[in-house]
C-alpha cells in the first residue's frame, strides 16, 4: 500500500527518487507550474529548453523523465502537462485556481509513470488544502496495482511512499482526507478485480462484515433462508441459479449529531453471465465487474465511518450470482418482490434491476431524506453515454442536478437523463404488475430507471446511477485510472453524504 504524507520544504532539497513537476503549455513553449520553478533553476534556467528537446509541451497528462545529473537529490525529475494556466490564482476567488481534476490526474498520469521507484516527491502546485488533497489523491489512485493473483514476473511495484509538498493552511487534514478516500476506491478497485471464482455473494458478504466490523459500521447480513422467509423475491429470484446463493447486506453508520440519513443501494452481481437468457462470450469475460454498485456503496460507507461524517447513512449491497442452471429462474417466471408489487420476468439477463427493487424497498423502511442507487445497469449507459459518464436519472430534478455537479467536483463524469413517461407502457405485463424488460431495445437505460421508480414510494426521493462503463476500464490506463476495476462513483457517494451533513466533519459547519 502506497504511504502519502506532507513537507513543507523546498522541491530542490528534498530526499527522495523522483521529483513530479508540473508544465503547463504556452506559446513560447513548456513552462513550469508553480512549484516547478526550483527545478529549473537547478538546471540553471534550461528546463525549457530540456523539455522542448524531449519534445513536451506540456498538454495534460504528457509525461516526460529527466535525468537530473546531480543537480538536485532526486536522480530524476518527472515533468506532467497540465495544460494552459489558469487565469487566475486562488486566493482570487473560490472559482480560480487549478481545476481539480486536471491536478489529480496529472498526479495519477506521473505516479503510474514512476512503477518501480521506491518514493517520489509531488512538486505540482498545491498552494492552497483543496490543490493539495487533489494532488494527494491523484497521486494515491495512480500507484494502484492488482498482483493478488501474479506469480513473480518483471512487473514493476507502484511507488511505495508519497510526499506531497505544500504549505497549505489545512494541508495536514485534506491529505489525510485523500488517503481515506483512496482506501475507499482501492477496496473497491479490488473487489472488482477479484475473480468471480473468489467473490461469490456471501464472501462479499464476509468482507463486509469484517472490514465494516473494523470501521465501526454495524453490519447485517441476510442469508438465502432469511430472504425468502422475508419476501425478498427479486434478490432470489435472480440468485437461485446460482450454487452461491444469494445475500442482501446492510451497513449503517450513524452519528449522534446527525440530523439527516442518506440510503445508498448497491447492484451486487457477483457474475452476470445473464442467467438462462445467456450472454454471449464476448459480452461476459467481464461482468465480474457487475457488482461494482454494491462495491461503491461499501466502499463509500467505510470512507463515511472513518472520516466521522456528522450524518446517518446506510448502505444495502444487493448480493446474487446470476446463472443458467436447472434452478435457475425462467423467462416468464413471475416474481413476488419485497415491495408486494409482482414482477414478470421476461429476460434473466435483465437482473440488477430485480435485485435493487429489493433493496430500495427495503431502504425505504429506514425513512431516509434520500435514496440513491446505484449500478451497472445497462448497455445502453455505455452506447447513450460511453465509458467515462454516468446516466444519473430521478423522481425530483433538483436531485438529479445535485449529483450531476457533486459527481463533476469529484471529477467523476455523470450526466442527467430523463425519465419519459411514455416508456411506461412498454413495461406493461400480461399477467403481473410489471415486466422487467421493455420489448424494444431504444432508450433502454431509461426503461431501466422507469422500472426502478415504479418501486419508490410517493414522497420519497430516489436518484439512480447508471454506472455500466464507468465501472470497469477495458482500455488503456490514463489519469489516475488503472485497466479494470476503477471504484467509480465512491468519492461521489462519500460527496453527496458530506453534502447530507452539512459540508464537512467540522462541527461549526452543519
Ligand atoms: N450487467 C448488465 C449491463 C452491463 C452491460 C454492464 C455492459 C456493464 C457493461 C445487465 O445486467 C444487463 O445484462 N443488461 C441488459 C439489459 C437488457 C436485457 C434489457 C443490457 O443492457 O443489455
Ligand atoms: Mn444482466
Ligand atoms: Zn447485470
Keep these: 500500500m502506497t504511504t502519502v504524507r506532507i513537507n513543507a520544504s523546498d522541491a530542490v532539497s528534498i530526499e527522495t527518487s523522483a521529483l513530479i513537476i508540473g508544465v503547463h503549455t504556452t506559446p513560447e513553449g513548456p513552462r513550469p507550474a508553480p512549484g516547478g520553478e526550483g527545478l529549473d533553476q537547478a538546471l540553471d534556467g534550461r528546463l525549457a529548453e530540456i523539455l522542448t528537446t524531449m519534445g513536451f509541451t506540456g498538454k495534460a497528462e504528457e509525461v516526460v523523465k529527466i535525468p537530473t545529473l546531480g543537480a538536485l537529490p532526486a536522480p530524476v525529475a518527472v515533468a506532467v502537462g497540465l495544460g494552459d494556466a ?187 453471465s445473464g442467467g438462462l437468457s445467456l450472454k454471449p462470450s464476448a459480452s461476459m469475460d467481464w461482468m465480474k465487474s457487475d457488482m461494482g454498485g454494491a462495491g461503491a456503496v461499501f466502499g463509500a460507507l467505510l470512507a463515511i465511518a472513518r472520516l466521522g461524517l456528522r450524518v446517518n447513512a446506510v448502505g444495502y449491497l444487493c448480493l446474487a450470482e446470476n ?57 445502453a449507459q455505455i452506447v447513450a453515454l460511453g465509458w467515462r459518464t454516468a446516466g444519473v436519472m430521478a423522481n425530483d430534478d433538483a436531485l438529479r442536478e445535485e449529483i450531476v455537479r457533486i459527481a463533476g467536483e469529484q471529477g467523476e463524469g455523470a450526466w442527467g437523463m430523463p425519465l419519459p413517461a411514455e416508456l411506461r407502457k412498454g413495461l406493461d405485463s400480461a399477467v403481473a404488475d410489471i415486466a422487467n424488460l421493455q420489448p424494444e431495445r431504444w432508450g433502454s437505460m431509461l426503461a431501466a430507471g422507469i422500472f426502478l421508480r415504479e418501486f419508490v414510494p410517493a414522497g420519497v426521493r430516489w436518484a439512480h446511477v447508471d454506472m455500466a462503463g464507468p465501472a470497469f476500464n477495458k482500455g488503456e490506463p490514463h489519469g489516475y485510472t488503472p485497466k479494470g476495476g476503477t471504484g467509480a462513483l465512491t468519492r461521489t457517494l462519500v460527496a453527496v453524504a458530506e453534502h447530507y451533513a452539512g459540508n464537512g466533519t467540522s462541527p461549526q459547519a452543519v
Excluded at 492488482?146 to 512487473?155: A, I, K, L, M, P
Excluded at 482506501?183 to 458478504?205: E, G, I, K, Q, Y
Excluded at 434473466?348 to 424497498?361: H, K, N, Q, S
Design 86 to 272: 489558469p487565469q487566475a490564482a486562488p486566493q482570487d476567488g473560490p472559482e480560480d485556481g487549478y481545476d481539480l481534476e486536471t491536478l489529480r490526474r496529472a498526479a495519477g498520469a506521473a505516479v503510474r509513470s514512476l512503477a518501480g521507484t521506491a518514493s517520489a516527491a509531488l512538486a505540482l502546485p498545491a498552494r492552497t488544502a483543496a490543490e493539495a488533497e487533489a494532488v494527494a489523491l491523484g497521486g494515491l489512485l495512480g500507484a494502484y496495482d492488482f498482483t493478488r493473483y501474479r506469480t513473480g514476473g518483471d512487473r514493476k511495484p507502484p511507488v511505495g511512499e508519497l510526499t506531497v509538498l505544500s504549505g497549505a493552511a489545512g494541508a495536514e487534514e485534506a491529505v489525510a482526507h485523500a488517503a481515506t478516500l483512496a482506501d475507499a476506491v482501492t477496496l473497491v478497485r479490488d473487489l472488482v478485480n477479484t475473480p468471480p471464482s473468489d467473490l461469490w455473494p456471501a464472501r462479499f458478504a464476509e468482507i463486509a462484515q469484517e472490514t465494516g466490523g473494523e470501521a465501526g459500521l454495524s453490519v447485517e447480513v441476510l442469508d438465502e433462508v432469511r430472504l425468502k422467509e422475508d419476501g425478498y423475491g427479486g434478490i432470489v429470484g435472480v440468485g437461485q441459479g446460482s450454487v452461491n446463493p444469494p445475500r442482501l447486506v446492510r451497513v449503517a453508520y450513524s452519528h449522534p449529531e446527525a440530523s439527516r440519513k442518506v440510503a445508498f443501494v448497491g447492484k451486487g452481481i457477483t457474475f452476470d
Design 323 to 379: 446463472m443458467p442452471s436447472g434452478s435457475a429462474q425462467r423467462p416468464s417466471d413471475v416474481l413476488h418482490t419485497y415491495s408486494g408489487k409482482t414482477v414478470e420476468v421476461l429476460d434473466t439477463d435483465a437482473e440488477g434491476r430485480l435485485v435493487l427493487i429489493d433493496g430500495i424497498a427495503r431502504a425505504t423502511e429506514d425513512e431516509p431524506d434520500v435514496i440513491i442507487d446505484v449500478a451497472t445497469l445497462t448497455g
